[in-house]
């Protein structure tokens, strides 16, 4: 009896209160939405010519106790400031609910009151609330397989699937795995990007690739110095075995990652190779050439360099005195250009183009002897004191040699 009087009361609150003029019409009554997503209940209604829509309300319907009741979103806590009503007081009655939650599944009804009369929506919109839930099958592939991945939700009717690999979209869920397929990967509905499933992992095997060898200790390698190599591959690999190269042949000549020569000799010279094994198969990295010297090396360089800095002495020494003699003119202009003039019997500070000297002029036969010379040539009576020509190459040609040999 009690069953009986519920559902007829259902009955008597889902009929509109005014006129069969009134009505609700739902675009999508059975929406479906992701949970922390928004969604939208588009909704439109009409009522008698004439009259004017005073208030626009929307319910949830929900049991109290036995009786289905609707109650006003306004008076439930849970959706406070995450409704929106996106219609007006004419003909639009849309509403948006945001950061949708799973107890928000239900049913959703909409009211409208004229100065008249007061109209309900017979029918409901009833909210599903889903999330994603990405797979793969199978998981883990071998290079070359097939891999397919599957959205899946709790809606009846499946919106339209996109997905991702590590956060750039996918072309097609079904497809050849390669060696860049491997990554995590999540799904989300279009137009609804921002709110993704939880990702998988797709493993993708496959025989090492890029196998390399890197020298630890590069540059000239004398006797008695310490050498590692290290092999490197992508993905790193089982097992890893170095070979040398004797007269053709590749013989085994150690094993790990690493290869350690501690002391190295002339013996130790020749081409390495790095074989590196998974389950997926082997790889081969380049040959690496080790050139070891015997201990003259050293001594040799020493003697290189030795003969370079005498080489640079000599060229230099005949350049300062090419150009001496290039320069060089009669004697009278030479002596002229080249000289300076000091007073008799004094102390002076003479002058020339590029240098400085300080001379000091005394009466003696070697100066009447320039002072008869000048005076022959028609010049002045005054003191002349000559510099040698090669003082300043000379010079220059000491400090360059000390500079050589000192570095």
Same mark, same amino acid.
């Given at each position: 009896?009690?069953?009986?009087?519920?559902?007829?009361?259902?009955?008597?609150?889902?009929?509109g209160t005014g006129?069969?003029s009134g009505?609700? %019409?739902?675009?999508?009554?059975?929406?479906?939405?992701?949970?922390?997503?928004?969604?939208?209940?588009?909704?439109?209604?009409?009522?008698?010519?004439?009259?004017?829509?005073?208030? %626009?309300?929307?319910?949830?319907?929900?049991f109290?106790?036995?009786?289905? %009741?609707?109650?006003?979103?306004?008076?439930?806590?849970?959706?406070e400031n995450?409704?929106?009503?996106?219609g007006?007081?004419?003909?639009?009655?849309?509403?948006?609910?945001?950061?949708?939650?799973e107890?928000?599944?239900?049913h959703?009804?909409?009211?409208f009151d004229?100065?008249?009369?007061?109209?309900?929506s017979?029918?409901s919109?009833?909210?599903?609330?889903?999330?994603?839930?990405?797979?793969?099958?199978p998981?883990?592939?071998?290079?070359?397989?097939?891999?397919?991945?599957?959205?899946?939700?709790?809606?009846?009717?499946?919106?339209?699937?996109?997905?991702?690999?590590?956060?750039?979209p996918?072309?097609?869920?079904?497809f050849?795995?390669?060696?860049?397929?491997s990554?995590?990967?999540s799904?989300?509905?279009?137009?609804?990007?921002?709110d993704?499933?939880?990702?998988?992992?797709?493993?993708v095997?496959?025989?090492?690739?890029?196998?390399?060898?890197?020298?630890?200790?590069p540059?000239?390698?004398?006797?008695?110095?310490?050498?590692?190599?290290?092999?490197?591959a992508?993905?790193?690999?089982?097992?890893?075995?170095?070979?040398?190269?004797?007269?053709g042949?590749?013989?085994?000549?150690?094993?790990?990652?690493?290869?350690?020569?501690?002391?190295?000799?002339?013996?130790?010279?020749?081409?390495?190779? #790095?074989?590196?094994?998974?389950?997926?198969?082997?790889?081969?990295?380049?040959g690496?050439?080790l %050139?070891?010297?015997?201990t003259?090396?050293?001594?040799?360089?020493?003697?290189v360099?030795?003969?370079?800095k005498v080489?640079?002495v000599?060229?230099?020494t005949?350049?300062?005195?090419w150009? #001496?003699?290039?320069?060089?003119v009669?004697?009278?202009?030479?002596?002229?250009r080249r000289?300076?003039?000091?007073?008799?019997?004094?102390?002076?500070? #003479?002058?020339?183009?590029?240098n400085v000297?300080?001379i000091?002029c005394f009466?003696?036969?070697?100066?009447?002897?320039?002072?008869?010379?000048?005076?022959?040539l028609?010049?002045t009576?005054?003191?002349?004191v000559?510099?040698?020509?090669?003082?300043l190459?000379t010079?220059?040609l000491?400090?360059?040699v000390?500079?050589?040999?000192?570095?």
């Open positions: 009896m009690e069953r009986i009087t519920t559902v007829l009361v259902l009955l008597i609150m889902r009929e006129t069969s009505e609700v %019409t739902f675009e999508n009554p059975d929406p479906c939405a992701l949970k922390g997503s928004s969604v939208e209940f588009k909704c439109s209604y009409r009522y008698n010519e004439g009259e004017t829509v005073r208030k %626009t309300l929307w319910y949830k319907g929900d109290l106790g036995d009786i289905w %009741t609707r109650i006003k979103l306004s008076d439930l806590p849970s959706y995450r409704i929106e009503y996106l007006d007081q004419k003909h639009n009655c849309s509403i948006a609910i945001h950061d949708v939650q107890n928000d599944t239900g959703y009804y909409f009211r004229t100065e008249k009369f007061g109209y309900r017979k029918k919109v009833q909210l599903s609330v889903t999330e994603l839930s990405a797979s793969m099958y998981d883990r592939v071998r290079a070359g397989e097939d891999v397919k991945l599957e959205c899946k939700t709790s809606c009846q009717q499946l919106p339209s699937i996109i997905w991702f690999k590590d956060g750039r996918v072309a097609k869920p079904v050849q795995a390669q060696a860049e397929d990554g995590n990967y799904c989300a509905i279009e137009g609804q990007e921002s993704k499933s939880d990702p998988v992992i797709l493993i095997q496959y025989a090492p690739l890029n196998v390399s060898i890197e020298m630890g200790r540059g000239l390698m004398v006797e008695g110095s310490n050498v590692s190599l290290t092999c490197t992508n993905p790193a690999a089982d097992s890893y075995t170095w070979y040398k190269d004797f007269s042949s590749m013989l085994q000549v150690g094993s790990g990652q690493v290869l350690s020569l501690p002391s190295v000799n002339v013996s130790h010279s020749g081409l390495y190779l #790095c074989r590196v094994r998974n389950s997926m198969g082997e790889g081969n990295s380049m690496v050439l %050139t070891v010297y015997g003259d090396i050293n001594h040799l360089i020493l003697r360099g030795f003969g370079v080489v640079i000599l060229l230099l005949m350049i300062i005195i150009a #001496c003699k290039k320069m060089r009669s004697p009278v202009d030479k002596m002229v000289s300076l003039l000091c007073l008799n019997g004094s102390t002076t500070v #003479c002058h020339k183009r590029y000297f300080l000091f009466r003696s036969t070697a100066m009447h002897f320039w002072l008869n010379k000048l005076q022959k028609n010049r009576d005054k003191g002349i000559l510099l040698p020509d090669l003082y190459p010079f220059v000491i400090v360059v000390t500079i050589l040999f000192f570095i």
